[in-house]
């Protein structure tokens, strides 16, 4: 049997995930990656949190309440513990570990944890499922979060619509075909 063709639309996937690793490291410097990979960080473990307590609200899927002598274990404490960390790495640690992806990725991680239940922290009671915690936490902290993530990754955004408009610029050629013989 022979090879599948390939369309222009299947090359630009297969390669997109090296070009926006090549745009993540030309485009932006160590500050600009950290602040990327905190509110990736932030982003997917708010989401992530989010589907888990509603699965197991629903009673659904594998996941279940964290308990220890019959006390429910809020997953904001799990942020806490790991903004402790990540502090005790920027006050103590070498400048090396302290610009670790690591530490801005624990962050935002953390972060993500405790701000998913703000709602918990500010009102004191578990008002996690009710209207009033659920809007403000759902709505308040989903824009803040694709807001700061598109803020951040602009630079790689813009470098591949720029990639783009290149190719679009470029002659297309089938890589398929052979050029006809010139004699």
């Not at 589907?51 to 629903?58: A, E, K, L, P, W």
């Not at 990725?105 to 944890?113: F, I, Q, R």
Request: proline fraction near 5%; aromatic fraction near 6%.
């Amino acid at each position: 049997m022979g090879q599948k063709p390939t369309f222009p639309a299947d090359l630009h996937l297969r390669r997109l995930p090296k070009e926006v690793h090549t745009a993540y490291v030309e485009e932006l410097g160590l500050s600009e990656r950290s602040a990327l990979l905190s509110w990736l960080g932030f982003t997917s473990t708010f989401s992530v949190a989010r589907g888990v307590t509603h699965s197991i609200r629903s009673g659904k899927g594998p996941f279940r309440n964290v308990s220890t002598g019959g006390v429910h274990l809020h997953h904001y404490l799990w942020g806490i513990a790991m903004l402790a960390g990540v502090g005790a790495i920027a006050v103590h640690g070498e400048d090396e570990r302290r610009r670790h992806p690591s530490v801005a990725l624990t962050y935002g991680v953390g972060l993500g944890l405790i701000i998913d239940e703000f709602a918990l922290l500010v009102d004191l009671e578990d008002v996690y499922w009710s209207r009033k915690g659920r809007v403000s936490v759902e709505v308040g902290t989903g824009l803040i979060a694709a807001g700061g993530t598109v803020l951040t990754a602009l630079p790689i955004l813009q470098r591949l619509v720029r990639n783009r408009r290149a190719h679009h610029a470029e002659p297309h050629t089938d890589p398929h075909t052979r050029p006809a013989d010139q004699s």
